[in-house]
């Protein structure tokens, strides 16, 4: 029985039961013959913006890697339900909580499932991990992946998607709205008002017009922030770790010292690295002019929080906004306190600091396109295992198969990259008739694809044991 071999039994009888290829699903083991019955299509214009993507213009076949109402499907931090509807359009089994769930809960939630979808709060580390016996994909509806042990998912077969385009506008924007708020003290001017307080001053209020802005790490959303804030009149300089072309007039400065040092207002987009931690610490705010303002809306350990209390305290800025926090709450509710971080009530104290909620990717444009970017990449990896996007993964994938190409199977073979692999597997593969193929690596991990034409129950049988018995094996997936 196929299912027997399916959960590591060894009897197998392939041509009888090719029905229930699409019964059972494994993290090593996963087939399908596709029926239509089974298929729930997407949309017109999803498909023309999935063959786009795989260049081919037939009739794209699509193949089911299993019964889909058997794959089950976690979704925490409240995803966006468009990112939902391309699961639940599957077929899926989707199951949506509105926060993370602590490290033990989320342990025992793992073990039976095969995707994952978190933000930023959910901490998938490789204790999480190891317990994750079916889970074949993670991903993450947000930019960064900082929030999962990446390597220990590639070392075990486990893609990692991201969307790292498309909130950066709304990061953007909201920059561009903090440095007004913080130029013109708008938030402490709401607040007195609220307080039934009129204090109407000009003392300290600036206009942005002429005023020159310092973005630290000019990617997608430093970049995005160079065009809006030239467009209302800023002088724009950046620093990268790398030389990058400049958008508009912006100009790119070689040190971080030199960019502190003539800039007005000074804003964060860089990822949490080790180079990263504590970059803008005591010695970087005396560098900066005084009167000055910083924006961090990048990660929480970018800034040492402490010193940028006692350079607001000291008068050396005028002002500050911070989206981001070394740690932060797992749900909404009264916790930004001491409890969570020590300095919580000091810098609540301060005067035009601008503390916001980690809301910079928070808009409804943003979230909605997340939901579809990262679902979509979920879905083609799970059913066609393409890998374009994955942060850990090679980024390997083919055209999609037809319905002109009926008895194909496509192979994928995630493996240790080390000498010798790719001849043992093309030897297997070479009594066969291979239609394409493509392999690459990516440090000691190696994905190959391929399609091979004219198969049977018996052949698969035969790719997948041959396969499995090679010591490189990490993970073998075969779909038809």
């Not at 790292?164 to 001017?189: G, K």
Request: with cysteine; charged share 20%; proline share 4%.
């Amino acid at each position: 029985m196929l299912s027997n071999a399916l959960n590591g039994e060894s009897k197998f009888n392939a041509e009888p039961e090719i029905a229930d290829l699409t019964q059972k699903v494994s993290t090593s083991f996963s087939l399908s013959t596709s029926p239509a019955a089974r298929h729930l299509s997407p949309s017109p214009g999803k498909a023309r913006s999935l063959l786009a993507r795989t260049g081919t213009g037939g009739s794209t076949k699509h193949l089911k890697p299993f019964a889909t109402e058997d794959i089950k499907i976690l979704l925490l931090e409240n995803i966006n339900k468009t990112g939902r509807e391309v699961l639940e359009a599957q077929g899926y089994q989707v199951e949506v909580l509105k926060s993370s769930v602590p490290e033990d809960e989320l342990i025992e939630k793992i073990r039976d499932i095969h995707v994952i979808g978190i933000r930023s709060k959910t901490k998938l580390t490789a204790r999480v991990l190891r317990e994750a016996k079916n889970l074949l994909v993670i991903g993450c509806f947000c930019i960064g992946t900082n929030q999962v042990d990446t390597q220990f998912a590639a070392q075990h077969g486990i893609a990692v998607f991201n969307s790292p385009f498309s909130n950066s506008r709304s990061v953007a924007e909201l920059v561009i709205a903090e440095i007004i708020a913080l130029a013109r003290q708008l938030s402490d001017r709401s607040a007195e008002l609220h307080n039934g307080i009129w204090n109407k001053v000009s003392n300290g209020c600036w206009e942005i017009r002429g005023k020159t802005l310092g973005i630290i790490g000019y990617g997608h959303i430093g970049s995005q922030l160079s065009v809006l804030a030239e467009a209302m009149g800023m002088t724009v300089v950046f620093f990268d770790a790398v030389n990058l072309m400049a958008m508009g007039t912006a100009k790119q400065l070689p040190t971080l010292e030199a960019l502190l040092r003539v800039s007005d207002f000074i804003s964060c987009h860089v990822p949490e690295l080790p180079e990263t931690q504590n970059m803008i610490g005591a010695e970087q705010f005396g560098q900066m002019k005084s009167g000055s303002y910083l924006i961090n809306a990048s990660r929480g350990s970018v800034i040492d929080i402490p010193a940028l209390i006692d350079a607001m305290r000291a008068g050396k800025l005028a002002g500050a906004a911070l989206d981001v926090y070394p740690a932060e709450p797992s749900g909404n509710g009264e916790y930004f306190d001491n409890n969570l971080n020590p300095w919580a009530e000091n810098i609540r104290s301060l005067k035009n600091i601008i503390l916001t909620p980690h809301i910079g990717g928070s808009t409804e444009e943003a979230q909605s396109a997340i939901g579809v970017e990262v679902s979509e990449a979920l879905v083609r990896y799970v059913n066609e295992g393409a890998t374009l996007g994955a942060v850990n993964l090679p980024e390997v994938n083919l055209r999609s198969l037809t319905m002109d190409e009926p008895n194909h199977v496509r192979v994928i073979y995630i493996h240790h990259n080390v000498p010798g692999v790719l001849r043992k597997v093309n030897e297997i593969l070479g009594d066969h008739n291979v239609d394409k193929q493509m392999t690459d690596s990516r440090g000691d991990v190696a994905y190959l694809m391929a399609d091979i034409s004219d198969v049977s129950g018996a052949v698969i049988k035969d790719l997948y044991q041959s396969l499995e018995s090679l010591s490189s094996r990490i993970v073998t997936r075969v779909l038809y």
